[in-house]
């Protein structure tokens, strides 16, 4: 888990990125790296959807747009106000018809993140990456639509119940090619208004 600024240079790696994109795809040395679907506006969050338990989950869906191994992804979130240490659990959720996030974990495309928040920053708009590693069973397909799921586990006292971490966006659906939603996995989810920054990598 590395952390990476959201403004400056993340534009230019996504640049550089579509221009090896347009070279071909792939090298005799293997797969490339590429940039795929993200939302990373260069203005700033003005949603701040909090992760405890009255909100158990938050989600961004978005559509595939290359062939390839999903690799590694970025999110902004950030350590929550609560005086408590606490474990959120991440996972990539196949997306129904309608826009619907399947809510059974078994599902995720991944196995599931475990991240302590006490390692998140602390109210800072900075992407944190997810590599994903070497995984069976994470090949997608252009057009595709998956969920970034970010879930409530626990936390470390009972302290308060203010919220263990918050996920960053932007409010009145900015993003044409996805959605925000809250739920609970296992129980269902709901799309909202709110479009949460996000980055994803292919192999190909």
Partial sequence: MRLAGRFGWVGAAFGIAAFVAGCGGGSAEGPLLLADAQFNPPTAATAFRPVNEANRAVAQIFTVGLDGRLEEFWLVITDGNSNDAGTVRITVQ???AGDVIDDDPNNSLIDPILVNTATLPVAIEQFTEFNIGDEPGR?????EKYALVVEFVSRATNND???????????????????GATGQLGVGFTN????????????N
């Avoid at 090949?139 to 057009?143: E, I």
């Fill in 192 to 203: 909202n208004t709110e479009d949460y920054f996000f980055r994803t990598f292919i192999l």
């Fill in 139 to 143: 090949d997608v397909l252009t057009g």
């Fill in 94 to 96: 196949p997306v129904l």
């Fill in 161 to 179: 119940a203010a919220p263990i971490a918050l996920v960053l966006g932007q409010t009145g659906n900015p993003f044409a090619t996805g959605a």
